[in-house]
């Protein structure tokens, strides 16, 4: 198990609080840092909790207050019997849950499983120059370097989704020089491996259009066809939007569940 540890220089008090903050409030920005920097590795294991008590010089409470600051925030995880480990991302959250193929499909792909891993292929791979929407979204300057991907998704060897994806640059420099056979099915787990980059967590939004000439070759459908389009803006451990994806799915399959109570 690897913990991650802190230097002499990172062993700060009490005299770092500004006026009117909390101590546990100024501890869990202390600690959140350490994330948001790269020092304490996704998926490592932190200190004991009174170890990092001892380390900032702070009552056991605080830290444990600061501690769940971080865990309600998605940043750390507590594991029972285990101890706190930093989150490892959102890694497998897949845009299929706004479809049910099943429902409009027979044979074979309408007896794909719920939790079944999509296939993924590359079609297109290149580096644009941002637009307007791209660089506002990536924080971009306008017309700097993007790395703009198409892909197709599939379950059971047939086409369910055509997603367009932005990635900044050069944050994601290790990508561009991948060929389409070298890509794995999940993106995520790719960003982290080569690049270090993170994804803690994604907003996706919803909307309907009408299924442009290359989506409605790519998923089988009619011309104009009406299509669910997902736009997701992930974000990583600092909070920064590190991709912007357009997905394109048949509206027919679209499907949408909320629990009320």
Known sequence: MTFTTLSTAQETGIADVAPGQSRYGWLASTLRGHITRGEWVPGSA?????????????????????????VAEGLLERVHGRGTFVSSGIGGASLFRFFRFGSTTTGAAADALPGEVPKSRIIEKRIVKATPVVASALNLAPRCNALALTRVRTLIDKP?????????????????????????????PMYQRLCGVTVHKADDNVTFCLATADVSRALQLRANAPCARVERRAFDMAGRCVELRHSFGDALSFHYTAHLR
């Not at 944050?171 to 995520?188: M, P, V």
Request: net charge negative.
């Open 46 to 70: 932190i200190l004991a909790e009174t170890q990092l008590a001892k380390a900032h010089s702070v009552a056991l409470g605080t830290m444990r207050q600061a501690i769940a600051v971080l």
């Open 160 to 188: 369910c989704l055509v997603e367009r994806i932005w990635l900044p640059l050069p944050t994601f420099d290790a990508l561009s020089a991948l060929n389409k056979s070298q890509w794995d099915d999940l993106l995520y």
